[in-house]
């Protein structure tokens, strides 16, 4: 089974600075994706950043990247230039990429979260 | 507008009142969950489902069922709630073939007494 782990509870951050978020996962898959997603006080769970395995080089998306490691099995996200409506909860998750109807076929696999509140 | 609804999205109830939590997409996918999230455990999968009438059990699926008869609507049933089901449930789909582009509902805060 996949874990994820998020070892960061809670984290702060001025506005307008640079905070990395931490993510380590185990699995024993070789082919998967992973995802950062925020979900600010409206609970809305919103995609900020999708990986897939496969690809070495690291995804960005606007202000957002990652650092991907997979031998390391680490999965982190940089926020540039950070902004107050950043402040959320961001959960770290995991995906097999499995055959059509395999077991687990589109399971989410979540870490625990990380609340960020980015200060004025 | 592409969506997925959940109702309530809010609602108490007390322990042993049979209750349903509708989840309603309107993109035509094939693939939909049930998730629940509580403090420190992030979200876990509770059930999902593959086409109409195809359903599985994720991980934490004691104390829950679901149906699917119609590829728009997957309702969780709690036939007998008790407190440790006091969570946020969240629904989500996507297309069959694109499981790695889910959609997330509103949730659905639920409480047991």
């Known amino acids: 089974a996949q874990t994820v782990t998020q070892s960061q509870p809670e984290m702060s951050v001025q506005e307008a600075e640079t905070v990395t978020l931490s993510c380590t996962y185990d699995t024993s898959e070789s082919n998967y994706y992973l995802f950062w997603y925020k979900q600010p006080p409206s609970r809305q769970m919103i995609l900020v950043i999708r990986q897939e395995a496969y690809k070495q080089q690291n995804a960005t998306e606007n202000r957002f990247s990652v650092n991907f490691q997979k031998a390391a099995k680490s999965f982190s996200l940089k926020i540039s230039d950070s902004q107050l409506g950043d402040t959320a909860m961001y959960f770290c998750a995991f995906m097999k990429q499995v055959g059509a109807g395999g077991t687990s076929y589109g399971k989410l696999t979540f870490g625990q979260g990380t609340i960020l509140t980015v200060h004025p | 507008e592409a969506q997925v609804t959940q109702n309530p999205r809010y609602l108490i109830t007390v322990t042993g009142k049979k209750l349903t939590v509708t989840c309603s997409q309107n993109m035509n996918h094939e693939y939909m969950s049930w998730y629940r999230q509580d403090p420190g455990l992030g979200l876990r999968q509770i059930y999902y489902s593959m086409n109409v009438e195809v359903t599985d059990k994720g991980d934490v699926p004691e104390g829950y069922k679901v149906s699917r008869k119609e590829k728009r609507n997957f309702p969780l049933i709690l036939e007998s709630p008790s407190p440790n089901q006091t969570s946020l449930y969240f629904c989500?789909?996507?297309?069959?073939?694109?499981?790695?582009?889910?959609?997330f509902g509103p949730g659905t805060r639920l409480t047991v007494t």
């Open positions: 989500a789909s996507s297309i069959y073939t694109k499981p790695y582009e889910q959609y």
